[in-house]
């Protein structure tokens, strides 16, 4: 990966950035630099989980809705959602679902399903859904990002919980 002058240079300066003051010893701050600059490089190549996260947003399907309940999925153990929407033509009840990455070997995803379920349920949220197709071939609707719009003044826990449970049965 060549780097033009400038490219070099904001890795520098995004280094320096990450390292913060020099302190007391030059030589250890000098290496954290250079393990900072070699992390920002790394993350600069196409095929970086950086990159490829960055590319996996840019694909996936955006809507807006209030989050009504998180369940685990016992087969997979992902994490299933109910969202309240707009009535569509794909969800007439206004009810859209999604699932998030397997949480049983990914720390990420175990807390991203742990944050959904405690602390934004009940919220309005921006949400990023990636198509993805299972080893079946079967396609399903993994959430992998969300922006916290806020409380939704209308949200009823009870409600909420029952029409999760109620569309993961299906």
């Known amino acids: ?14 280094a320096v950035a990450m390292t913060g003051p020099v302190g007391d010893n030059q030589a250890e701050w000098d290496a954290r630099l250079k393990t900072n600059a070699r992390s920002l490089a790394l993350m600069l190549n196409d095929n970086s989980d950086v990159a490829r996260s960055i590319a996996m947003l840019a694909d996936c399907k955006n809507f807006t809705g209030t989050i009504l309940g998180v369940q685990k999925e016992a087969s997979s153990t992902r994490g299933f959602i109910a969202f309240k929407t707009a009535e569509s033509k794909f969800a007439p009840d206004g009810i859209e679902t999604a699932r998030t990455e397997r949480t049983d070997s990914n720390d990420e995803a175990k807390a991203f399903a742990s944050r959904l379920r405690n602390e934004l349920t009940g919220h309005r949220v921006l949400v990023w859904i990636e198509m993805q197709e ?5 396609k399903v609707r993994i959430l992998q990002h969300v922006q916290d719009l806020g409380p939704d003044p209308d949200f009823d826990p009870e ?12």
Request: proline share 0%; hydrophobic share 30%.
């Open 134 to 138: 299972t080893k079946n071939g079967q």
């Open 1 to 14: 990966m060549a780097l033009d002058t400038k490219e070099r240079n904001d890795i520098i300066l995004g």
């Open 159 to 170: 409600e909420g919980k029952r029409i999760t449970l109620e569309k993961m049965k299906r």
